[in-house]
T-cell receptor, first 116, second 109 residues
């Protein structure tokens, strides 16, 4: 069974379009994340949700909007796509991020977004 | 906030060579330290971790020791294999993790 899954795996679209990436985890974790990885492999956190509530919202354009319908899902909607949005987007989850205990993050396989 | 500095890659080695990838961090208190590995076309996987000073994390022949005095968590392996070719990320944190920029390792037969 896949622990953290993302769809689609590849997404090619035109500038100005709106698109969504879906993420689901079946680990029963409380916290989910979205990361952006650029072409140089640099990994930057975008959002973090704990029990469906937004906890971290790094400096990300407001064209990016996460939505968590339940604890197992965290989707990423992107409006008015730009060339610079091309990257690999990773979803991750962890057991409990805010009790001060260390915990492992489990990553999805990534979604490669290409904006033309 | 926390920060992580990793040696820049790519690191190119022949099979069975000794590997060291340096990682230093800045953080307040006593965060946990992690090494993640990303194989081509895949997501990140936890390779090893250490939760307190002087702890040694180990997995698949890789080791790293939590050095509080030098704020370091260097990754080592005694004999690398071609299958170890990947990008390695050092990370630090209690809950939300801060990742280094990644170090690509290329192992040739």
């Amino acid at each position: 069974d896949t622990a953290v899954s993302q769809t689609p795996k590849y997404l090619v679209t035109q500038m100005g379009n709106d698109k969504s990436i879906k993420c689901e985890q079946n680990l029963g974790h409380d916290t989910m994340y979205w990361y952006k990885q650029d072409s140089k492999k640099f990994l930057k956190i975008m959002f973090s949700y704990n029990n469906k509530e937004l906890i971290i919202n790094e400096t990300v354009p407001n064209r990016f909007s996460p939505k968590s319908p339940d604890k197992a899902h965290l989707n990423l909607h992107i409006n008015s796509l730009e060339l610079g949005d091309s990257a690999v987007y990773f979803c991750a989850s962890s057991q409990d991020s805010f009790t001060g205990t260390e915990n492992e993050q489990f990553f999805g396989p990534g979604t490669r977004l290409t904006v033309l | 906030g926390n920060s992580v500095t990793q040696m820049e890659g790519p690191v190119t080695l022949s099979e069975e060579a000794f590997l060291t990838i340096n990682c230093t961090y800045t953080a307040t208190g006593y965060p946990s330290l992690f090494w993640y590995v990303q194989y081509p076309g895949e997501g990140l996987q936890l390779l090893l971790k250490a939760t307190k000073a002087d702890d040694k994390g180990s997995n698949k022949g890789f080791e790293a020791t939590y050095r509080k005095e030098t704020t370091s968590f260097h990754l080592e392996k005694g004999s690398v294999q071609v299958s170890d070719s990947a990008v390695y990320f050092c990370a630090v944190g209690y809950s939300t993790l801060t990742f280094g920029k990644g170090t690509m390792l290329l192992v040739s037969p």
